[in-house]
């Protein structure tokens, strides 16, 4: 099959923003008036808290809303050493150094809340920020503010009105191109991954506590720089600037500009600075223009504007890729599958109960590389709680598994799956907008590691690590002949294609165990066909392969081992045409009508 020869590198249209960044920087030197100036430097703060807020909610998931408080903390930090006659500098590094701070402990409630619970926990944190200011006033001023800030002085020169908007919009190009980096990255698409299931990125070998980690302090860090600038621009600070008020912006910029893009926020930062200024004199109706926008985005433009400008305009970009050379080795034999080093698999005497319930008693299956094992029996007879086990979703009442004589008991999900463990579940499971070479290429995350500060300074590592596994997801792809499908967004792509996806996407993180949950269901008669190729071919390679199926043809053509389970115990174990002729298994799977028929087909034979 010819493969679409896409870029795995793409145009750098970053240029463009870039670009547009440099222009802006220059505006002083153009004769623009002060008044226009300080609407830019107004519109890059507002952009560097929203930032903030789409890593978290945006590209994470997770709706941390304490990003108007943390502004707060850097600029007061700031702000106080400022008046103390310390280098700007210092207080952009206290700034930073107390929003990561700010960022870990938020941390805390979100790694075990989550969703609304996390949202109205760092509420609750704005909500009291004002309150907090006012207990130190020997630091903050108190009711009455914090004055007498300085003109800022950065490398011990004072920084004139040209000088501190040159500062601004560079430190605001700079964080962007960074984040810009970060979400482009590996680490991106995992944390696309989590936003979408958590369940997912376990299976994937993704630490969810750790992402989540990363994400919150990361996205602190612009609140941070963002507070420490505003207090220099200000010279005073009241604890009023950074309540409730001041969060109502940043979410309505975010939802405007789109929460999952890195320029949405400068779009939307942009429209919600520019905006208000063009109705003077009706400050007072400020939360009615905010709410009505945010009213327009919702109902006209779900994904925000940048999804607009993705759909009509970027997507002449996408389009037009060069073909990486560090991949054209693997385009040039697309079909070649690589050994497997598939490993021994035991599971001894798993006992699984749910509350008065035994899902499983006792159950022993043990599989070998260079072996297709099959798990069949009626719904409700433990085998995805089987899978559930042997892939550490579920801890068992009792027993043990072991990869390669390695005993994995209390290991979580993300462990086992970075032993070796991969799995694919009943229901695809497929991230918005990702492209299908990348739902593939992000069961590689947890195969090797790449530093947070090589990843944000784009270093040969990073990229030689995400070109790597772009060109596996390549090859994968290949080999279930849908190669062409590379940069479509998954999503949108159909439900078999999704199933032939998570295979691939199964097969991409060098598994030791490959579990199977139903693949077969919702692919047609051609794709059962290439998918039992394709399974034949990975056992022929190494693999050890795990099937929970119902096609019994499927099961029957491509099975070394199959496995019965009723009500939770194994009745019937052996090869296909050994326990197709079971009578336990004809009575409680296959059901009395089969069993009528094969009785009928064999009479018939022997006459």
Not at 512 to 518: G, H, I, P, S, Y
Not at 528 to 533: K, R
Request: cysteine-free; proline content about 5%.
């Amino acid at each position: 099959m010819k493969i679409s020869q896409r870029a795995l590198v793409t145009r750098p249209f970053w240029l463009i923003p870039l670009a547009v960044g440099l222009m802006v920087l220059v505006l002083p030197f153009l004769g623009i008036g002060a008044g226009i100036l300080q609407v830019v430097i107004s519109v890059a703060l507002l952009a560097l808290l929203v930032l903030g807020l789409n890593m978290t909610f945006g590209y994470g998931g997770e709706l941390a809303l304490g990003q108007s408080a943390i502004y707060g903390v850097g600029a007061y930090f700031a702000g106080y050493l400022a008046t103390q006659k310390f280098d700007l500098s210092i207080g952009l590094l206290a700034a930073i150094l107390a929003a990561a701070v700010i960022g870990l402990i938020t941390a805390i409630p979100g790694i075990r809340l989550g969703a609304w619970s996390l949202a109205m926990v760092t509420l609750f944190l704005v909500l009291l920020f004002p309150n907090f200011v006012t207990l130190l006033p020997e630091f903050t001023g108190g009711q009455a503010g914090l004055s007498g800030i300085p003109l800022p002085v950065l490398f011990g020169v004072k920084l004139s009105a040209t000088g501190f908007y040159v500062l601004v919009i560079g430190v605001t190009v700079l964080t962007f191109a960074l984040f810009r980096n970060f979400v482009a990255s590996r680490h991106g698409v995992a944390l696309k991954v989590m936003r979408e299931s958590p369940v997912l990125a376990r299976s994937l070998g993704i630490s969810v506590p750790r992402l989540k980690l990363t994400a919150y302090v990361l996205s602190a860090l612009p609140a941070g720089v963002a507070g420490a600038l505003f207090a220099s621009q200000q010279g005073y600070l009241s604890h009023g600037s950074f309540g409730f008020q001041a969060l109502i912006p940043i979410i309505a910029a975010s939802v405007i500009g789109g929460s999952a893009s890195i320029y949405g926020a400068l779009i939307g930062a942009a429209i919600m600075v520019i905006g208000p200024l063009s109705t003077v004199g009706l400050q007072e109706y400020s939360l009615i223009f905010f709410g009505g926008l945010l009213l327009i985005a919702g109902l006209f433009f779900t994904g925000g504007l940048t999804s607009v400008a993705n759909k009509f305009i970027l997507a002449k970009f996408v389009d037009h890729r060069a073909l990486a050379p560090d991949v054209e080795e693997v385009l040039r034999n697309p079909s070649a599958l690589e050994h497997i080093d598939g490993k021994d698999m035991i599971a001894s005497a798993i006992t699984m109960d749910f509350g008065g319930n035994r899902a499983l008693d006792g159950v022993n299956l043990e599989t070998k590389p260079g072996q297709i094992t099959v798990l069949i029996g009626p719904n409700g007879s433990g085998k995805t709680t089987l899978l559930n086990v042997i892939s550490g979703f579920y801890r068992p009442t009792s027993g043990v598994v072991s990869i390669e004589g390695d005993a994995m008991e209390g290991k979580s999900a993300h462990r086992l799956a970075m032993a070796g463990v991969s799995r694919t579940f009943q229901t695809p499971v497929v991230p918005r907008e990702m492209t299908a070479v990348d739902v593939v290429a992000s069961a590689r995350f947890s195969r090797s590691r790449t530093s947070i500060v090589a990843t944000m300074l784009r270093m040969p590592s990073a990229r030689r690590g995400q070109v790597n596994d772009r060109a596996e997801a390549l090859r994968l792809l290949s080999l279930l002949g849908i190669a062409e499908l590379a940069d479509r967004p998954a999503s949108d792509l159909p439900l078999g294609t999704r199933r032939l996806l998570e295979v691939a996407r199964a097969l991409a993180g060098d598994p030791a165990v490959v579990l199977l949950d139903e693949p077969a269901s919702g692919l047609d008669e051609n794709e059962v066909e290439a998918l039992g190729d394709l399974i034949r071919a990975l056992r022929d390679a190494g693999a050890n392969i795990v099937i929970v199926e119902h096609n019994f043809e499927m099961i029957m053509g491509i099975a070394d081992q199959v496995n019965v389970l009723h009500l939770g115990k194994i009745i019937a174990s052996g090869p296909p045409s050994v326990v197709r002729d079971d009578p336990a298994v004809i009575e409680s799977y296959l059901g009395k009508a089969a069993r009528d028929l094969m009785t009928a087909g064999k009479e018939g034979a022997a006459s």
